[in-house]
């Protein structure tokens, strides 16, 4: 399964399901994949795509995509190299403020 497709369906999870197990399973996966070099790349990938997929659409997953951009900039920004910050932060930034 795609990590956008994880992402959403998690999200979803998190904030739709009745059954509080799911949810703390959902969180719990999303804190962790909020820690991985793949979340650069994946919340990126998310703000930036024509939405091809509905759900990625979802202004949910949007803004959690937009989070996980915040905290690894705010946690990491230190420790990145420049250009990594150029290629997956700036771009992503200027889609959502100048569309």
Not at 54 to 72: C, P, T, Y
Request: charged share 15%; proline share 4%; net charge neutral.
């Amino acid at each position: 399964m795609e990590l956008q497709t994880k992402v959403a369906q998690a999200v979803h999870v998190l904030n739709h399901d009745p059954q509080s197990c799911n949810r703390v399973a959902a969180n719990q996966w999303l804190v962790q994949f909020q820690q991985t070099d793949a979340a650069w790349e994946v919340a990126t990938s998310i703000l930036t795509s024509d939405h091809h997929h509905s759900f990625l659409n979802d202004f949910e997953v949007e803004f959690f995509a937009a989070q996980i951009l915040k905290r690894k900039v705010r946690s990491s920004l230190t420790l990145v190299s420049p250009p990594l910050v150029y290629r997956y932060v700036f771009p992503s930034f200027t889609r959502l403020f100048l569309v």
